[in-house]
């Protein structure tokens, strides 16, 4: 680090760490007894301050005093890294059986280092570190013989503590981790409320808002993916808050599989959030001299509400977490023939559709499912990742090359990960499946899961994508994957190492995907499993955008990008304009509808057939150039929401450079006699002026972020009376209005 630069960690000599950048501050000490206290985490306390509040101990009448010493009872007092045995009653943050069989375990402060180089994690990501300083806490026990370092990056430019920690037996015996977590909050007493995000298929991403219960709540996945039921993000805030005012603590993992975020209120009221692998099924043999690490967790402060909590998430992941090779860079626009031809695709089909998007103006055709050998239905053929040769007689690269002779990108799908029965890899390797003996499997859309914790699993899988890959026709791949795990082991594993695999499968996963993606850094990855299946920040650190959601309905899609946008920015969105009635919920709505809310997202495109296409073709030709046209703002600029109802939403984005401004308007159903609605931009320039590209009118900044603007009325009546439709909806149910500011 630059001596000249100010340190962010101070450390004082009674050994209170205080880590602060200008905005917020996470500080900690450690107590007499060798315990890590944890003293706060919210808005900047300087490290001169002096510590108006910290851990109490009082004669209160508890039943346990931790190791005999008065007053002191750790199920009272916050803690870094609580364990259980003593006086803590809570869930803890580490159990492990130690190698006399018990779990009663103790760490005591032993030493720290600062460092401005942040520390790769063994085998996970972790986001990158850039002007960023890191404190690693040494702590031992010394009966159980175990060395756990704790790991606390901050940065200067971004409200976010990275943790994660790493758990080293230092004994002779081994001994057997039950719960690793990568971070616990113990947060102070307070009033607080929780929001999460849930859902299916075809549904993810469904906020809940709860009060904080007493008792434990927890989000979590024991099926392989960090799943769609319960995305890896927990936002504890103080209650009433709403997108521009309230504290807010938000967790997020950067881990794709079995997960667990708790948040347990005990009867003295604090709160404790712990984040990391679900302890639920997962055991690991930790044997002599060997390390664990735990899986990166994020945490935000904003006291600016759950707007303000997105905006440091949406900035940090940008800048820290998606590859940085597609920072800023506008997304091509395509035409994916899922949709248009399902597996019914062929050179022929390809090369027919290829033509289409050229017409439509997009920019690179994606071929989908159904490309590989034998695939002609989703029952067969995964795990033959070798061109299908009725339908690409000379192959998938020729087609590619054909494509590209066109003018646009190409890209291909993969199911990398799954296996179907009926394959000829199966026959070869029906070891390669993950199982337990002498069970039936069970199937998810027919297919099983290959056995990534096998080394040799992961290089069949290498070599198989890299053949196509190393053709360097292929400029975007997806990387899907369409079911969740069962019947969970591996035939390489011994009996007490079975919990193991699925962590395992994670590592090799992750060694996958990180040899492909680096290998080939200018290929854009989508990451996809069956839509938002394994939506994280864990593959999102390899690949730059997702699929969020197979729901293409644009209007079963407004929850999901509301949701998904609290975490995520709209760098890591894509969607595509799907056919009517809608294929998952059947719905009709316009070529103006689908184009406007899939407007929000930075990977735009189409998945539509010749028929389809012609018969939509000036609308969808628009559509397209719109979203050329809006590329680069979609991917660098600034989300928020404005408005989330059940009936009504309100999103904008203001460019990076501030000279764009767009506002989209969603109104569901219809009804007379509507309120009046005015809305406030957010982020424009105070003294600048702006100009509502439909009308021409000009605006000052100030008017529309404190002022606002009256959007346009829902009322069918007097939308029938008036010539000038401007200031109105369209008729009927699902419409939508996109409005353009332009700086003047
Ligand atoms: C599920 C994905 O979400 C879809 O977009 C499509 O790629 C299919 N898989 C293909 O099988």
């Known amino acids: 680090m630059n001596a000249s630069v100010e340190s962010m960690i101070h450390v004082s000599d009674e050994l209170v760490f205080n880590l602060s950048n200008d905005s917020i501050s996470y500080i900690f000490r450690v107590s007499p007894e060798g315990i890590l206290e944890h003293i706060h985490f919210g808005s900047r306390v300087a490290p001169s301050s002096g510590l108006s509040a910290e851990p109490r101990r009082a004669f209160r009448c508890t039943v346990l005093e931790y190791q005999g010493v008065k007053n002191y009872n750790l199920d009272d007092t916050p803690q870094e890294y609580p364990l259980f045995g003593t006086s803590d009653m809570r869930h803890p943050a580490l159990h492990l059986i130690n190698a006399q069989g018990n779990t009663t375990n103790i760490l005591l402060y032993k030493s720290h280092r600062i460092s401005s180089d942040k520390p790769a994690l063994n085998g996970l990501p972790s986001s990158r570190g850039g002007d960023s300083q890191t404190l690693v806490v040494c702590l031992v026990d010394t009966v159980s013989k175990l060395e756990v370092e704790l790991n606390y990056t901050v940065y200067r430019e971004h409200d976010v503590i990275a943790r994660s920690s790493s758990i080293k037996n230092v004994g002779e015996n081994a001994v057997c981790l039950k719960t690793a977590m990568s971070s616990a909050l113990d947060l102070p007493q307070g009033d607080y409320e929780l929001v999460h995000f849930r859902g299916s298929w075809a549904r993810e991403f469904e906020q809940e808002r709860m009060p904080m219960p007493h008792g434990r709540f927890a989000i979590e996945s024991a099926r392989g993916t960090s799943s769609n039921a319960h995305n890896p993000f927990l936002a504890v805030m103080n209650k009433g808050t709403d997108e521009q005012y309230g504290d807010v603590y938000a967790t997020a993992l950067m881990y794709s599989g079995n997960f667990a975020i708790t948040a347990e209120k005990n009867e003295f009221e604090s709160v404790r959030i712990c984040a990391g692998i679900n302890p639920f099924n997962f055991q690991w043999k930790l044997e002599s001299g060997e390390s664990f690490s735990t899986p990166e967790s994020l945490q935000v402060f904003s006291a600016a509400g759950l707007g303000g909590m997105s905006q440091v998430w949406h900035a940090f992941i940008k800048q820290h977490v998606s590859p940085s090779q597609f920072k800023d860079v506008p997304r091509p626009t395509y035409l994916n023939s899922w949709e248009a031809a399902y597996f019914d695709v062929s050179h022929e089909v390809v090369l027919g559709l290829a033509d289409q998007a050229k017409e439509m103006g997009a920019q690179m055709l994606v071929l989908d499912d159904g490309w590989f050998a034998g695939r002609n239905d989703d029952t067969t053929s995964l795990g033959d990742w070798f061109s299908d040769e009725k339908k690409f007689p000379q192959g998938v690269e020729e087609t590619a090359r054909q494509v590209k002779e066109k003018g646009l990108k190409f890209g291909l799908w993969f199911e990398p990960e799954m296996v179907n029965k009926e394959s000829q890899l199966y026959r070869d390797h029906p070891e390669w499946l993950i199982q337990v003996p002498e069970r039936t499997l069970s199937t998810g859309r027919g297919q099983n899961v290959l056995d990534l914790s096998r080394s040799d699993v992961v290089e069949y899988l290498f070599e198989r994508v890299d053949s196509f890959l190393s053709s360097g026709l292929i400029d975007y791949v997806k990387w899907d994957i369409n079911r969740v795990f069962s019947e969970c082991g591996s035939l390489q594993l011994p009996a007490e190492r079975q919990l193991e695999q699925p962590h395992r499968y994670m590592l090799g996963l992750y060694e996958l995907v990180e040899r492909i993606t680096s290998k080939y850094p200018n290929v854009l990855f989508e990451n996809c499993a069956s839509g938002g299946n394994r939506f994280d920040l864990g593959m999102l650190r390899f690949m730059s955008q997702g699929w969020v959601?197979?729901?293409?309905?644009?209007?079963?899609?407004?929850?999901?990008?509301?949701?998904?946008?609290?975490?995520?920015?709209?760098?890591?969105?894509?969607?595509?304009?799907?056919?009517?009635?809608?294929?998952?919920?059947?719905?009709?709505?316009?070529?103006?509808?689908?184009?406007?809310?899939?407007?929000?997202?930075?990977?735009?495109g189409l998945s539509l057939n010749e028929d389809d296409l012609s018969a939509d073709k000036k609308e969808l030709q628009d559509a397209v150039a719109l979203y050329n046209e809006t590329a680069h703002d979609m991917v660098s600029g600034e989300f928020h929401r404005l408005r989330f109802t059940k009936n009504e939403v309100c999103w904008q984005l203001i460019s990076q450079d501030k000279q764009r401004v767009y506002v989209g308007y969603y109104h569901i159903l219809s009804s007379p006699n509507l309120p009046y609605r005015r809305i406030k931009l957010a982020g424009l320039a105070a003294d600048e002026t702006y100009r509502m590209v439909s009308t021409g009118a000009t605006y000052g900044g100030d008017a529309l972020t404190s002022l606002g603007i009256d959007l346009p009325h829902v009322d069918v009546v007097l939308h029938q009376q008036h010539s000038d439709n401007s200031d109105y909806m369209d008729e009927g149910d699902f419409s939508s209005r996109l409005m353009v500011f332009e700086r003047v």
């Open 549 to 604: 959601s197979d729901m293409c309905d644009p209007v079963g899609r407004l929850s999901i990008i509301n949701g998904a946008s609290h975490l995520f920015p709209l760098s890591v969105l894509a969607s595509y304009i799907g056919p009517v009635p809608n294929h998952q919920n059947g719905r009709v709505t316009s070529v103006k509808m689908r184009k406007e809310v899939g407007f929000f997202a930075a990977a735009r």
